[in-house]
C-alpha cells in the first residue's frame, strides 16, 4: 500500500449503494452485492486530519530472532532479551523470525479460515449474535450492535485454551487450528518469559503470577473483502488489544498499521515471520514501561486480506496489577494502574465501542 493513500475522507451525502442487498448478514455479502460501486453511510468515517502515515523508509520495525531466544548460548539469549525489552518499550511491536511453526502449517492455517468465511450464511448462523464469553461466534465489525460505523471486515473468534474449542466446518478446521495454537502458544509463554527478564523480574513471573498454564488463548479471525471506496472504510479502527501478547499471521496481503511516534506505519511483513503486538495487561503489569500498541487495519479495492490473530491472556479470574518489584524499582513507588480482575476487563473491552485504548484508561491512577 501506497503511504500517501488517503485513509480517511469526509462523508459522501450521494446515495450509497446502486443496488443495495435487501439485508446484509456479512461484509462478505456486501461486498459481492451486484452493483456495488459506493459503500453505505454508516461504513464511512469522517476525515481526521491529524492522521500522518510515515514512509516505508522512515522507521525500521524490531525483528527478533525466536531460535537466538531459546539457543543455549548465554550471550545469544541476553542479547535477544535487551532487543525484546527495548521492542516493546519503543515500539509495542516487533516481527519473530525463525519460529519453528512450518510455513505449511501457517498456509493451512489462512486457508481453513478463509473455508470458513466462505460457507453459507446458513452455516455459520449458529455462530452470530453470541455473547463475549461464548467459545465460538461470528459476526461483522467489531460490535455491530454498537459501532457508530461499522467496520469493513467479518470476524472469528475461537476460545482454544484452556478448553479447545472448533467449529464442525471446514471439517478439517479442528485438526489444523489444534496443531497451529499448540505452536503459537509455545512460542508465546517462551516471548513472555524473555519479556519478564527484560522487566528485571524472573523469568517465570508472568507465566506463574498470571497462571498461564490456563491462561485465555483465542482465535481472532477477520476477513477484509474487497472494497469499491478503500479510502473511507477501515478494516479496524485504532485500538489496543487485551492480554498480554497478540501473534498474527495473513494471507500475503498487507493492511495492518502501528502507531510508532504519532504516525501510522505500515508493517510489510517479512515472509513467514509472526506479527506481535502487545497488549493491555502487559502495560498494566509494567506499570507502563511497556505500553500496549495501538494498530488498525486498512482495506484494499480488488484483494481480499485475511489475517488469523492469536491473542494471548492471563488466566480468566487473575488480577492483574503492576509488579511489586516495579513498584519498589520506581521513582515514587506508586501504581500507575488498578488492579483488575482478567475476565472483567475482557467483558468491558467486548461489550463496549473499540476506541483506542479507552479502556484502559479507566485503570490508570
Not at 460457507?119 to 467489531?142: A, M, N, Q, W, Y
Not at 450492535?145 to 471446514?170: G, Q
Amino acid at each position: 500500500m501506497a503511504a500517501t493513500t488517503p485513509l480517511l475522507a469526509p462523508k459522501a451525502s450521494q446515495p450509497c449503494l446502486t443496488q443495495p442487498p435487501n439485508k446484509i448478514t456479512s461484509i462478505k455479502t456486501l461486498a459481492e452485492s451486484p452493483g456495488l460501486t459506493t459503500i453505505p453511510s454508516k461504513y464511512i468515517y469522517s476525515c481526521n486530519f491529524s492522521d500522518q502515515v510515515a514512509s516505508d523508509h522512515e522507521y525500521t520495525i524490531p525483528v527478533i530472532d525466536y531460535s537466538l531466544l531459546i539457543s543455549a548460548n548465554p550471550n545469544q539469549r541476553s542479547q535477544v532479551i535487551y532487543e525484546l525489552g527495548k521492542a516493546c518499550e519503543e515500539w509495542g511491536f516487533f516481527m519473530v523470525i525463525n519460529h519453528g511453526v512450518p510455513e505449511s502449517l501457517v498456509k493451512r492455517m489462512i486457508d481453513v479460515v478463509g473455508g470458513f468465511f466462505n460457507l453459507t450464511e446458513g452455516d455459520k448462523l449458529e455462530f452470530t449474535d453470541k455473547g463475549v464469553f461464548d467459545p465460538i461466534r461470528c459476526g461483522t465489525s467489531f460490535n455491530a450492535s454498537m459501532d457508530t460505523v461499522l467496520s469493513w471486515k467479518d470476524f472469528l473468534k475461537v476460545f482454544v485454551h484452556p478448553e479447545f474449542h472448533s467449529p464442525n466446518n471446514p471439517p478439517e478446521f479442528r485438526g489444523i487450528s489444534s496443531d497451529y495454537v499448540k505452536k503459537v502458544r509455545g512460542i508465546a509463554r517462551e516471548l513472555l518469559r524473555g519479556i519478564s527478564e527484560s522487566l528485571g523480574l524472573e523469568k517465570n513471573y508472568i507465566d506463574e503470577t498470571l497462571k498461564l498454564e490456563s491462561g485465555l488463548q483465542v482465535i481472532a479471525a477477520n476477513f477484509y473483502p474487497p472494497c469499491p471506496q478503500p479510502a473511507l472504510a477501515m478494516g479496524m479502527v485504532p485500538h489496543s488489544d487485551h492480554g498480554l501478547l497478540t501473534l498474527l499471521i495473513q494471507n500475503g496481503i498487507d493492511g495492518l498499521q502501528v502507531k510508532h511516534k504519532d504516525k501510522w506505519f505500515n508493517v510489510n511483513a517479512i515472509p513467514n515471520s509472526l506479527l506481535v503486538n502487545t497488549g493491555d495487561h502487559l502495560e498494566i503489569l509494567s506499570n507502563g514501561k511497556y505500553k500496549s500498541v495501538l494498530h488498525r487495519a486498512v482495506v484494499h479495492d480488488k484483494t481480499t486480506r485475511i489475517s488469523v490473530a492469536m491473542a494471548h491472556g492471563p488466566c480468566l479470574d487473575a488480577v492483574v496489577t503492576p509488579a511489586p518489584k516495579l513498584l519498589a524499582d520506581a521513582e515514587n513507588h506508586q501504581p500507575a494502574y488498578i488492579g483488575i480482575k482478567y475476565k472483567d476487563y475482557l467483558q468491558l473491552q467486548q461489550s463496549s465501542n473499540l476506541d483506542g485504548k479507552s479502556n484502559l484508561d479507566c485503570l490508570r491512577v
